[in-house]
């Protein structure tokens, strides 16, 4: 079953006009190609969607990274002043 791509009426598979307003019909052909094309497009989408999901969450893995780094720089000092303390102290 299919439907008239004018008035939306229900008509046999593989007719090529619309045997309520005589609209002629996509063939079988054009329809399975619009059909894969679709799917190729919902999937570059989901490949895209993928894409940014992995930028996000390299962002965070970097600034994560960061932050870390920062903190060993910050805990290096720190064990440098204790060890560098003027005797005396
Ligand atoms: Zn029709």
Request: aromatic share 6%.
């Amino acid at each position: 079953m299919g439907f008239c791509i004018n008035c939306g009426n229900q008509h046999q598979d593989g007719v090529r006009f619309c045997r309520f307003c005589g609209t002629a019909q996509p063939s079988e052909q054009l329809l399975a190609r619009l059909r894969s094309e679709a799917e190729q497009i919902r999937l570059l989408v989901m490949q895209m969607q993928q894409q940014q999901a992995n930028a996000q969450n390299d962002a965070y893995a970097r600034l994560e990274a960061m932050r870390l780094q920062a903190e060993a720089a910050a805990r290096a000092k720190n064990q440098q002043n204790q060890t560098f303390r003027p005797p005396g102290w």
